[in-house]
């Protein structure tokens, strides 16, 4: 498709997959998109050097990635899920293998997060290994677009400031191929690209290192500093 603003491209994926009928409840509009394959994406990601080697994963918590995140704890690796809006300071969950024994599907969802994960400040983390983020679409080379909220974006700076994870950590994504762009996809310097997309049909890696180096502060006005605890706190430690 042609160049055009990020709302474009995800109203037109939105309406894409619903018109295939590839989106599952609860509908693709607004949101990462759950789409039929998403098992299948996460055992074929399963297949790859980087998830095999990791054994600490940063996943993020939408409905797509939910096989992702079942099956790592099902592998015996630490998962961690960013708190929807980052709206507490603590503003990771941690989800232990070790305590979850028979509990990895409920504790994969959103709402068994809330309830059996532990409440984890960045700076009480371990290095993470892999990287997986939910994505609206991609673009072969790695280029990718979210739901339009820029949390994806803030989780990736707030881990760098933490010195959790580095040029060489692993970033990928999985989703439907009607989510896999040609032609031009608008970037900013705050967007990351990923070097592995994993669709249910085929695996693409990507190359790509295009990565901020932090938190862009510049990026960011005074209501979603407030609004994100962690951040206001990480403001205040500067001044």
Same mark, same amino acid.
């Given at each position: 498709?042609?160049?055009?603003?990020? #709302?474009?491209?995800?109203?037109?994926?939105? @309406?894409?997959?619903?018109?295939?009928?590839?989106?599952? *409840?609860?509908?693709?509009?607004?949101?990462?998109?759950?789409?039929? $394959? @998403? +098992?299948? %994406?996460?055992?074929?990601?399963? =297949?790859?050097? %980087?998830?095999?080697?990791?054994?600490?994963?940063?996943?993020?918590?939408?409905?797509? #990635?939910?096989?992702?995140? %079942?099956?790592?704890?099902?592998?015996?690796?630490?998962? *961690?899920? %960013?708190?929807?809006?980052?709206? +507490?300071?603590?503003?990771?969950?941690?989800?232990?293998?070790?305590?979850?024994?028979?509990? +990895?599907?409920?504790?994969?969802?959103?709402?068994? @997060? $809330?309830?059996?994960?532990?409440?984890?400040?960045?700076?009480?983390?371990?290095?993470?290994?892999?990287?997986?983020?939910?994505?609206?679409?991609?673009?072969?080379?790695? @280029?990718?677009?979210?739901?339009?909220? $820029? !949390?994806?974006?803030? +989780?990736?700076?707030?881990?760098?400031?933490?010195?959790?994870?580095?040029?060489?950590?692993?970033?990928?994504?999985?989703?439907?191929?009607? #989510?896999?762009?040609?032609? =031009?996809?608008?970037?900013?310097?705050?967007? !990351?690209?990923?070097?592995?997309?994993?669709?249910?049909?085929?695996?693409?890696?990507?190359?790509?290192?295009?990565?901020?180096?932090?938190?862009?502060?510049?990026?960011?006005?005074? =209501?979603?500093?407030?609004?994100?605890?962690?951040?206001?706190?990480?403001?205040?430690?500067?001044?």
């Amino acid at each position: 498709m042609t160049a055009g603003s990020k #709302q474009t491209i995800r109203d037109h994926i939105w @309406a894409l997959l619903t018109k295939r009928h590839v989106a599952r *409840f609860p509908g693709a509009v607004g949101r990462i998109p759950n789409f039929v $394959g @998403a +098992e299948v %994406a996460a055992r074929r990601l399963a =297949e790859s050097p %980087a998830w095999q080697a990791a054994r600490v994963v940063k996943c993020n918590p939408d409905a797509p #990635q939910l096989p992702v995140r %079942a099956l790592a704890l099902k592998q015996g690796k630490r998962v *961690f899920m %960013a708190v929807p809006r980052l709206r +507490e300071e603590r503003c990771f969950l941690e989800l232990d293998p070790r305590r979850l024994a028979g509990r +990895e599907r409920a504790a994969a969802s959103i709402r068994g @997060a $809330g309830k059996l994960g532990k409440p984890t400040l960045p700076k009480d983390m371990p290095k993470i290994e892999l990287i997986v983020a939910g994505s609206v679409a991609v673009r072969r080379d790695g @280029a990718r677009v979210g739901k339009g909220g $820029g !949390f994806s974006d803030l +989780e990736f700076g707030l881990l760098v400031e933490a010195g959790l994870i580095d040029a060489g950590t692993p970033l990928t994504t999985t989703l439907h191929p009607s #989510q896999v762009l040609d032609g =031009e996809l608008p970037e900013t310097d705050h967007d !990351f690209r990923v070097d592995r997309i994993v669709t249910p049909s085929e695996v693409i890696v990507t190359g790509a290192h295009r990565r901020p180096p932090g938190i862009l502060w510049d990026h960011l006005d005074e =209501e979603k500093i407030a609004a994100v605890p962690v951040l206001a706190r990480l403001r205040r430690q500067r001044v």
